[in-house]
Structure formats: C-alpha cells, structure tokens
C-alpha cells in the first residue's frame, strides 16, 4: 500500500497555475469518489528501546482530523513526526493510546490509506501507465482500469509520457507519476511525509498547487509533514507544531495548534498568513527580530528575510 511521491520538475502549466484543465475536471468527477474518513488519535505514544531505558518519542497525542481536512504536521527534526505518519500509516504501532480511521481501530495497514515519502519509488523497468496501475485497488477490472490510470496521469499533466520509463523522464515527472500511483486507489486517507522536501523552489510552489487541485477534485483527509512553515500554511487547514520530547520530556508532543484563516487557494503574499509564520517559526525557536523572545537575542537570530524552512 505504500506509493511514494516526490519531487516535481516540468510540472505543465495546467497543473502549475491553479487553473485546472477542464476536461481533467470531468474525468475526476467521473469517477466515484472516496469517501474521505476522520482519522483520530486518542492519547497515542510511542516509545523506542534505548540504552538504559526507553526513548519515549512521542507522547499523548490527541487529534482528530476530520474528512476532507488537511492538516500540516512540523516541528524541529527528530521530534517524531514520521514515527506519527507511520503510525497513522498502521507501518508502526502505538506504545500507548489508539489509532481509529472512520469507526475502525486501525489494526495494521489499512487499504483506505496510501502514503507518499520523499523518494520516489517507480519501478525502472515498467512505464508510468504501468507504475500508476500497480496503486488500482485489488480486483480493478482491465478496462475501468486503464480509463483510471488515463484520468491520473491526465491529472498529474503525464498523459504524454504514459509509456515512457523512469529513467527516461525527469526527476520531477516521476514524481508526478508516484503521486499518481498513490491517488490510483482513491484513498480516504493521504499520508505525505516531506513530499516536496528535495525540489527546487519554483517546482515545490507548482507541487503545492498540484496537491491542492487533486484535493479540490478528490477531497481525501490529508495529513502531510513538512520542514516548511510557509508550505505548511499554504496548505493545511491547521497546522500541528510538534515539539522534541528530548528538550521536554513530560510534555505532551503537541506544543500547538494552528488553525489557518481563509479558504484555498490562499494568497501566498496574504498578511494574516505572515504573521502566523513568524507565530510557528518562533515556536521552532526561529525568532524574528520583530518578535523579542525573554531570552536576549542571539547574534545569529534571523532577519524578515529568515527562510521559512527548519531543518527536519
Ligand atoms: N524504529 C525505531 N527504533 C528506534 N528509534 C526510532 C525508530 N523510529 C524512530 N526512532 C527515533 O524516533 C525519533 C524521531 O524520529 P522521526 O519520527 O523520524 O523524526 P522526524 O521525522 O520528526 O525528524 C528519532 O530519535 C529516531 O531515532
Ligand atoms: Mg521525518
């Protein structure tokens, strides 16, 4: 069940703009749609063996994210947010506390959900029609199929490379075709661990907007993990800051919450959303000159123009 999605280059413009093809539209809407599930954990906790002890990694985490929301997860680098997907994910189980997706305890692996990692994992010797099929749900008949895989490379703009392999397109392409693959089986749940963590600036915006059409087209409960807060705001419904259990270790993983104003597509240049940048990357420890923490300011300590990216 786990199809991984990543970088974006040569995304096409009719992908990149936030202007959907039309025909691309219908084809989706053609299609029955998943019914997207709340996801929701009850004070879940996990711990890893650890010289001298157990290395508690994430603590009391409660959440509901209900269908069709996205919710971005960040948070400093080793607080525990791929151990979180991966739980999500049934790749992992909880030390403590309980999973549920829709009014199931999550038991292990569920085919409601599909993951993406940042790495692209196509097999070389199969073209990209072929990739994306192997995401179909068990029993997919030949022809509906075929019509499928048709309407996700249409969406993802790979309807010309379809019989291409993955060396033969670029790095971005095959991403677009991972991420395909992952949307193949309509999941109810989208995982997204860092999906666009290796792409250049421009091709990461396109991405962005890529994401939120599909969303648009096929409202799937998301949850998606990123090292960037202005990524994060882009996006998500609500933001989730996580903090490191190792600086606070009887705490509870969830430092704070974030809901994010407006309605998609937001205006990237929109000054609400600013200010909640500057709000979650002091939560990182980021400070803004502009916002004086009690400790005194470090020589090194970020001007405006401070990247919004934390290192995960
Ligand atoms: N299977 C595992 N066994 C032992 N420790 C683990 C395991 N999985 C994750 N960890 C530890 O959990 C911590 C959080 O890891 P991770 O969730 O990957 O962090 P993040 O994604 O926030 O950077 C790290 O210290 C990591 O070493
Ligand atoms: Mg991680």
Redesign the pocket.
């Known amino acids: 069940m786990i199809e991984s999605m990543t970088s974006i280059i040569d995304a096409p413009s009719t992908s990149s703009g936030g202007h959907r093809d039309p025909g691309t539209s219908a084809a989706v809407a053609e299609h029955a749609r998943p019914r997207p599930h709340e996801v929701r954990l009850d004070t879940v906790g996990r711990s890893?063996?650890?010289p001298g002890g157990r290395?508690v990694?994430l603590r009391e985490v409660d959440l509901s994210v209900v269908p069709g929301e996205i919710v971005a997860v960040v948070?400093?680098?080793?607080?525990?947010?791929?151990?979180?997907l991966r739980l999500i994910a049934g790749l992992?189980r909880p030390s403590a506390g309980e999973i549920r997706i829709g009014d199931s305890p999550l038991r292990g692996t569920d085919p409601r959900t599909a993951v993406a990692f940042q790495e692209p994992r196509l097999l070389p010797w199969r073209t990209l029609e072929h990739n994306v099929a192997l995401g179909l749900p068990r029993g997919t008949g030949k022809r509906a199929g075929r019509e499928r895989v048709r309407e996700l490379l249409q969406l993802v703009g790979l309807e010309h490379a379809a019989t291409q392999r993955p060396r033969e397109v670029s790095g971005g392409m095959a991403q677009r075709a991972s991420l395909a693959r992952a949307l193949a089986r309509s999941p109810e749940v989208l995982l997204l661990d860092e999906p666009f963590g290796a792409l250049d600036a421009l091709t990461r915006l396109r991405m962005q907007d890529l994401l939120l059409e599909i969303h648009a087209a096929e409202p799937t409960t998301v949850l998606v993990?990123t090292h960037d807060v202005e990524e994060a705001l882009y996006l998500a419904d609500r933001v989730l800051l996580?903090r490191s259990l190792r600086e606070d270790p009887t705490s509870g993983s969830i430092a704070r919450t974030v809901e994010v104003p407006g309605v998609r597509p937001r205006d990237r240049a929109d000054r609400s959303l600013a200010d909640l940048r500057v709000e979650l990357l002091a939560g990182l420890g980021v400070h803004s000159p502009s916002t004086p923490t009690a400790s005194a300011p470090t020589p090194s300590a970020p001007s405006a123009s401070t990247p919004t990216e934390i290192p995960?």
């Not at 948070?75 to 979180?84: F, H, R, V």
């Open positions: 890893f063996p650890a290395q990694v948070g400093p680098s080793g607080c525990g947010k791929s151990t979180l992992d993990v996580l995960s």
